[in-house]
């Protein structure tokens, strides 16, 4: 028994191990299992391309915010943004093309850097002048900072900024050609003519629920029972307990700092002799203290 627990314990050991000093894409690789972590449109995405776009999308967290501390619900937009761009690369940019729209290269340009740029980048911080207005200048002084960056955190965050103005640029064309081609036929036409052109009056009053009195609406039990089996998820209640207790407090008649003095039988005293005993019994004081504290059980499934 103990060999088989020494080496059931060396095993869970050395998989810890395993697990913090190989890279993750390759334990799945040996243990077999599959590497993609999802399917768009037919095609697979696998962990390391989706870990990869993770990583680029937590370093333009970073040099956006100015941190790295990621809470949860920042971790969760950075996973969503990440396969975002994979849906945006396998379905939505090739449908778009195949419909004909197109981004050219010198429209990226004027997008991005030019006198009437994408709000994306028309409104970023990084591209404000002094009076806090756009300005063209700035990019291209942040272009310039990009080639002089050796981390090249600057360059991600500028490839990043074209990659979302080039496919938001695609999404614009792609709503404009559907709004172009809504028709509305003659029915549909005349109807909203005719919709246009009629008129009415009207004359009401309203009577409203608390005007009337009790004594004149009458409720069967058989609407009160009906209404009850139709809406019985409204009057479900958890269950639960109250408990009444009493605590009784017992506190000695006398402190057990003081002892009662033993009289002595060789030295004679000189004070008064004791009084007698009263005929009142001494008891222990008991004060009653009573509350009542509801108590909710966990209902069992």
Known sequence: MREKFGIAI???IALSLLYFIAPVNDLMTLF???QNVGEIDGKGVSYVDFQEQVDKYTTINEI???SSVQNEQAQTQIRDAAWQEFIDNYMFIKNAKAAGIKV???????LTSGSNPAPMIAQNNVFANEKGEYDPAMVSNFVQQMKDDETGRLRTYWNY???SVYNQQFYSKYGALFAASTMDNKLQLDEAVAETNRSANVDYVVYGYPFAKDTAITVSSKEINDYYNAHKDFFKQ???RDVEYVVFEVVPSRPASSPPSMPSSTTPSSEAPPSPPSSRRATPSMQPA???TPWSPTPHS
Not at 104 to 110: F, K, M, T
């Open 10 to 12: 060396s095993i869970i």
């Open 161 to 163: 900024l074209q990659s």
């Open 64 to 66: 956006i915010t100015g």
């Open 32 to 34: 077999g299992r599959p």
């Open 104 to 110: 050219g290269n010198q429209e990226l340009v004027n």
């Open 290 to 292: 009573c509350s009542r």
């Open 238 to 240: 958890d269950a639960s």
